[in-house]
């Protein structure tokens, strides 16, 4: 599945515009249905087919710099009892 860019109203994306934010943290979203237990992995691929790298160990530096290895997140699915 494919999420999509959060867009902060008033602010355009555009790289070549002084206000852009190419190259800052930005947020994307995404609606699902999620009917057990699963694991979310979040990585950025762009336009010419370029992936982030899947694991930390594969980038590490001493200073932590350009730490950006996918995101995984476990997602547990219950039931509330209120």
Not at 5 to 19: K, L
Request: glycine fraction near 4%.
């Amino acid at each position: 599945m494919e999420a999509t860019r959060f867009q902060i109203t008033g602010i355009p994306y555009i790289a070549d515009h002084i206000s852009s934010d190419k190259w800052a943290w930005v947020l994307f979203e995404i609606t699902v249905d999620i009917p057990h237990t699963t694991e979310i992995v979040a990585k950025a691929v762009d336009s010419a087919a370029n992936v982030q790298p899947e694991k930390v160990q594969d980038i590490w530096n001493l200073r932590g710099i350009l730490n950006t290895s996918w995101h995984r997140v476990r997602v547990h699915v219950g039931h509330s009892n209120m």
